[in-house]
């Protein structure tokens, strides 16, 4: 039997609620170096490797993705002066 755990019983914390303690733990620091040094630990940790992303990561890229081809396709389609060749 798989034993079921949530992701703060593996270590995960909430990026956001991370952020927020920061900020109050720093308030002199502003929040791009902040995100800087959090980023820079982060690929530390764990090499630069995400290991775990949320779900909607890979339908939001896929999204993007037939984005980009479709408009490449349309462009690849069209001739020097615009016209369809």
């Keep these: ?15 956001s609620d991370m952020l927020d303690r920061l900020r109050e733990r720093f308030p002199s620091v502003p929040a791009w170096r902040l995100d800087q040094i959090v980023t820079a630990e982060h690929d530390a940790i764990t ?3 995400l290991q775990i992303v949320p779900a909607e990561v890979e339908s939001g890229a896929i999204e993007m ?3 980009e081809t479709d408009e490449r396709e349309r462009q690849d389609t069209l001739s020097d002066d615009g ?3």
């Design 1 to 15: 039997m798989v034993e079921r755990f949530t992701l703060g019983d593996a270590g995960y914390i909430m990026y």
């Design 83 to 85: 016209e369809v060749a």
């Design 47 to 49: 090499g630069g490797i």
């Design 65 to 67: 993705l037939s984005r």
